[in-house]
T-cell receptor
Framework: DAGVIQSPRHEVTEMGQEVTLRCKPI?????LFWYRQTMMRGLELLIY????????DSGMPEDRFSAKMPNASFSTLKIQPSEPRDSAVYFC???????????????FGPGTRLTVL | GENVEQHPSTLSVQEGDSAVIKCTYS??????FPWYKQELGKGPQLIID?????GEKKDQRIAVTLNKTAKHFSLHITETQPEDSAVYFC????????????FGGGTRLMVKP
């Protein structure tokens, strides 16, 4: 498997523009996570899905952020309108629940570095 | 919810020396404790993990210890090498929280040749 795939790897946009980040999880994984990483706040969980259903979106900063998972192999994170403070590296991760009580390993993608001017 | 504290935030060691990173967690229900290594420009990668039914686990030069009573766990790297230089994250998870991980703030490890 190619691992978790994210696109684009880098995105530079102007304030007010819409930004869409894309993620393809590892085939067969049933959990998908979106994280944001900044120097100030570290790794923050934004939202996660189980079997394409959003489970916890309490980390989504505000209404400008939205995430969807229309099928098991694709998810998007959208920011509209974007602001300079949204500049960060956004990671997607996926994991598989094998049904055992302690199986939580997450596999991270390479990230999308977003710069909002 | 879970809160994970990680120390130190930066650590500089001489090649060949040992490095220790410590984490504490707050939720006594947490039962899975992974450690991730993040190299520059890449996503975090799992390097070792420990589950609540063991107190120590070793894999070549890295080892993790877990003290559930005190709610803390540590990463030990022996015979450090320059390629160990990276940011290390600890995390904690409870089966009751699905597969969700709560990460510590990270430790930047620098190994001087």
């Amino acid at each position: 498997d190619a691992g978790v795939i994210q696109s684009p790897r880098h995105e530079v946009t102007e304030m007010g523009q819409e930004v869409t980040l894309r993620c393809k999880p590892i085939s067969g994984h049933d959990y998908l996570f979106w994280y944001r990483q900044t120097m100030m706040r570290g790794l923050e969980l934004l939202i996660y899905f189980n079997n394409n259903v959003p489970i916890d979106d309490s980390g989504m900063p505000e209404d400008r952020f939205s995430a969807k998972m229309p099928n098991a192999s694709f998810s998007t994170l959208k920011i509209q309108p974007s602001e300079p403070r949204d500049s960060a590296v956004y990671f997607c991760a996926s994991s598989l629940n094998t049904g055992t009580s302690e199986d939580n390993e997450q596999f991270f993608g390479p990230g999308t570095r977003l710069t909002v001017l | 919810g879970e809160n994970v504290e990680q120390h130190p935030s930066t650590l500089s060691v001489q090649e060949g020396d040992s490095a220790v990173i410590k984490c504490t967690y707050s939720d006594s229900a947490s039962n899975y404790f992974p450690w991730y290594k993040q190299e520059l420009g890449k996503g975090p990668q799992l390097i070792i993990d420990i589950r609540s039914n063991v107190g120590e686990k070793k894999d070549q030069r890295i080892a993790v210890t877990l003290n559930k009573t005190a709610k803390h766990f540590s990463l030990h790297i022996t015979e450090t090498q320059p390629e160990d230089s990276a940011v290390y994250f600890c995390a904690a998870s409870s089966y009751n929280a699905g597969n969700m991980l709560t990460f510590g703030g990270g430790t930047r490890l620098m190994v001087k040749p």
